[in-house]
């Protein structure tokens, strides 16, 4: 009995596919500050509201923006504690 050769298929090589750059700056927006925040949230609505991106899109993003901005007030809170509790130890001290 003689052995059936196997047959050898060829796969086509990995395709690239190239994205659009939809909803994308050319230079990230800055978010140092709660203006900056709220400023790229109010660009998210606009953009939104005229269809240059999906709401859903939109969504996902004003949510990532709501708890940066969440952390940006509870890092000014715990700041502004330390420098309380600093100036409450130099007058207990005197």
Do not use: C, F
Not at 3 to 28: F, G, S, Y
Not at 44 to 60: I, K
């Amino acid at each position: 009995m003689t052995a059936k050769p196997t047959q050898i298929t060829t796969t086509n090589p990995l395709q690239v596919i190239e994205m659009p750059d939809i909803n994308r700056h050319p230079t990230p927006p800055r978010l140092g500050t709660a203006a900056e925040v709220r400023m790229e949230m109010a660009r998210l609505y606009r953009d939104a509201r005229t269809g240059q991106m999906e709401v859903g899109d939109a969504t996902r993003l004003a949510y990532i923006l709501t708890q940066l901005a969440t952390l940006m007030r509870i890092d000014d809170l715990e700041q502004r504690t330390a420098a309380l509790e600093r100036v409450l130890k130099l007058e207990a001290q005197k």
